[in-house]
């Protein structure tokens, strides 16, 4: 039999009519309602309207920023602790964000003078265990220089040992000042957040906030310890009042004053004959950024200084968790979003990385190839080569990352140079190398080839890998291959917009 409208039920009756419309009969009005009533009854369905267009608002507004999302480049950086990636981070933001690096410049300084008061403080350290010893070992062989040209000097010798202790110690003394403010910076720079690990500064994303004090950054970057919208900016904190802001520029106005004050004893120091000794024989070990500020010491120290560009590309400071930086990048009139994940690359921090895999446009893997010599801090049993072509090897390998395009670079490419020039055995280190020369294109070639061979051997999609020689440090050859990779990525971006 067919139906009828007449023998439809109630509730699904047409619309035009609302006696079976449940809605209508919902925002019907009451039988009998009084005037007073009625105004109430309007100004809540007026207020509920309200807060149903600003929902509907909100879904619209988030809808097209996921989409936006979506059709925005996401380039992860990707590596082992110290290996560079920060360091490239400010080389995307010296070229597609100048004016951010530039509001940010003063809040290096701190960075610098702790990347000073750390290694003043190690050196003493390693006079403390290795002095002597490395005394007695020198004067063996100034011995056995005189006793060869007929002068018996033994005497002397003792005298030169024992007043050269002497001026260690007066340095010592002279520098405690300088020493005592390490915890104060670190407090300082970590906004309390996280204590130093051996002696390793961990910040956050957004710590120059809290250096450039009074100010408010411009360029979008954020901590995602867990991803989150960038809009989600975290709110600043209270700690940003300035009777703090005051107290905290006093510390470092007093920092610069105490190492302005020391800078002839700090280089006296650096260059006093038992510290060269000592480094000469590996026994003191200074990474490569504390060298490069005790080298630069007089112009660091001085009054009024301001870091310039080589010294924010050498600071050090260790990232926590990952930081996303926002970038608009132009090419043949198309500007797309580009987000620039920076990730923390100790082990313990790897595990923030995965809720990044899904939807990245790309990655630069970072390894840096002058660590043959050295181990993790975190495991000091694992050669730092070693542990990157492990990671590299987990990479290479992770699913979500098949299809995402794959940048390595073989970074600190000066390092090694000037490793091997001192003479460095690369054998000693790496086992495997055996006699192969000590010099620098065989041992690129060596690590090189083993880099390429992992990525070949969990290659199941056949992606090309794009390797680049890098030394980050280097702002000029550092632009022209972000040049190249900007160019590459496009291929890629514009290859998948296609096929969408
Ligand atoms: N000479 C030289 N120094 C470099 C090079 N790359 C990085 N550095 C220095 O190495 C140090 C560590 O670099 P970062 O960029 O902080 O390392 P990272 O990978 O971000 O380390 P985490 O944040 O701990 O994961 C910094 O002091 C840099 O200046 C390079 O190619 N040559
Ligand atoms: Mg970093």
Known sequence: MISTPSARPP??????????????????????????????????????????????????????????????????????????????????????????????RLSWRPVVYYNIVRPVRRIFEVIDTYGELEEDDDAMAIDTIDISSGRNSQESDVRTSSSSEKRLSTLRYRLAPLISVEAALSERLSGGQSTPTKGNLFVRSGWQARSILGKKRKDRTSFNGQRSSVDNLPPRRSEDSTAVINEKDKLIEEVAGILNACKDDIKELWTHATVQRLRDKRRLRLEEWAEYFLDNITRVSSSGYIPDTDDILHARIQTMGVAEHIFEVSLHGRTVTWHLYDVGGARGQRHTWVPYFDDATAIIFMAPVSAFDQYLEEDPRTNRIDDSLQLFTQICSNKLLKDTHLVLFLNKTDILRSKLARGTQVRKYITSYGERPNEYEAVIGYFRAHFTQVHKRNNENMRVLYTHLTNVVDQTATRRIITDIRDSIFRVYLKDAALV
């Open 11 to 104: 509730s699904v009756r047409s619309i035009g009519t609302d006696y079976g419309d449940p809605i209508s009969a919902l925002l019907r009005p009451p039988p009998g309602e009084s005037d007073n009533d009625r105004q109430l009854r309007l100004h809540r369905e007026a207020e509920a309207k309200r807060i149903s267009d600003s929902i509907d608002e909100e879904l619209k507004a988030e809808e097209k920023r996921f989409r936006k999302r979506k059709e925005d480049v996401k380039l992860l950086l990707l590596g082992q602790a110290e290996s560079g990636k920060s360091t490239l981070q400010k080389q995307f933001q010296l070229i597609y964000n100048p004016t951010s690096l530039e509001e940010e």
